[in-house]
């Protein structure tokens, strides 16, 4: 059975089936990716749903690149701080239509320093588990600046270039339970 549209009510994100990855060009030649091991975020749907919003955190020191040395060095007060700043945080404004799809606004806390961003939102649809649950899921990606966030390091290569590129790209593929 599939129901079609969100019902009002909190949803939970379930972390088991979500994921919060990210990727930056390395050196000019490559991509580093990684993930996000510990995030929690609430989906608040009112009766009309373009009103819903979103607030989410992420452990900052639960980055994982499957390189533990560039995990350290990136949890360093060189790159994000974490023991100065654990935790990231999202909090959404608005949802706007984008052709048949959405984009979620929002601010993003990074590092200390808030800035707006737009996720592109895919909606995937709702269906009820065989445990009676009913499960949502989206799509969402952006692209931000490091920079802005103030993770501004930089590591000029000798023939141009850097070693990390200033753009991340983030990628979400998020499964929500609406809690009852």
């Not at 930056?24 to 608040?44: I, K």
Request: hydrophobic share 35%; with cysteine; charged share 30%.
């Amino acid at each position: 059975m599939s129901d079609q549209q969100l019902q009002p009510g909190t949803w939970r994100i379930d972390t088991a089936r979500s994921v919060l990855a990210f990727s930056v060009r390395h050196m000019m030649v490559s991509r580093v990716r990684g993930r996000f091991e510990r995030y929690d975020a609430e989906l608040t749907v009112p009766e009309d749903p373009m009103q819903s919003s979103v607030r989410a955190t992420v452990d900052a020191d639960s980055i994982n690149t499957d390189n533990e040395q560039r995990d350290d060095y990136v949890r360093s007060a060189g790159f994000f701080d974490i023991a100065t700043h654990p935790q990231w945080r999202f909090e959404s404004s608005r949802i706007r239509t984008l052709g048949d799809n959405f984009v979620l606004d929002g601010n993003l806390t990074v590092k200390g320093n808030t800035r707006p961003v737009e996720l592109r939102l895919e909606f995937n649809g709702v269906t009820r588990a065989p445990c009676g649950l009913l499960r949502a899921g989206f799509r969402a990606d952006t692209e931000i600046s490091r920079s802005e966030f103030g993770v501004d390091i930089e590591m000029p290569m000798d023939g141009g270039g850097v070693v990390v590129a200033d753009r991340i790209r983030i990628n979400i593929d998020a499964e929500f339970t609406l809690e009852e």
